[in-house]
């Protein structure tokens, strides 16, 4: 259960994503290796088709071991309510060599995680992994989807793009090569069908969960191969002078400047401008 274990918890608060909500939204799982104890006994009847029906949807193993042993467990979820797709994520560091950390159900992928968003906003965040995007979710950005890893960008993203007319994409891949390059291939793939692609450009090396307690893009810039769209100019630069150390005008004011005796105590909102000696009646 996701609630009772500590390591499942402790990723959750490390990676910004422990919101309430989302665990709910999104009905999140933890596989802690104690399916095999809840389900009938396999030398049953019952129990070996339970066993079996799990086996061929990938979530047990041929050898009867879980496939997601040890990972926080994201559904990916139709418009029915339906599974189509299953992501897990190990939650602990210390795995054997040639372990993978990212796991999904066999076969191709299918689905589109939070499609609720694609109906309610003509302009979705793309990023490369549910993890990057359940980051953005926790911090408000809730128009967002991800896809399965860089180039993994598929038909039934590109069919609900469509359906529910995306006009406008912000493509939050990661700061890194491969990142880039699926970036670029991504925003040739959608301008072609007539949306317009804007690159998140995170700082070099990052993604935005490698930082979230504080903002990790640095600006947003037109990602398409044809003309930019029109009203749209890149970000202005910001002013050096706006980018100066400021001076701390809440200290208290020197002794020439000190308030008589007989003033009430300075207000806070007064203490935190710059103007409070202009605002306030001096001696």
Known sequence: MLGESPDALGYLARRKISHPEAIGEFPLGYADRTLGLRLPDKRRKDGAEVRGRLEALGIFRASGHEHFA???VIPVLGEDGTVSEVYGRKVRGDLRAGTPAHLYLPGA????????????SDEVIVCESLIDALTFWCAGFRHVTPSYGAGGFTADHQRAFGEH?????LIAYDRDDAGDRAARELAG??????IECFRVEFPAGRTRTTSPSRPGTRRTRWAGRSARPPGW???RARPA?????????????????????????LPP???QSRCWLARWPQP
């Open 189 to 194: 793939e959608l301008t072609a069908r007539g």
């Open 241 to 265: 002078a706006a980018t100066r150390r400021r001076r701390n005008y809440s200290r208290r004011p020197s002794r020439s400047l000190s308030r008589p005796w007989y003033q009430p105590p």
């Open 269 to 271: 909102r007064f203490r």
């Open 233 to 235: 100019a890149p970000p």
């Open 165 to 169: 007319q995306v006009r406008r994409a």
């Open 109 to 120: 992928h299918r689905g589109v995680w939070n499609l609720a968003a694609l109906a309610v």
């Open 70 to 72: 040890g990972s926080l």
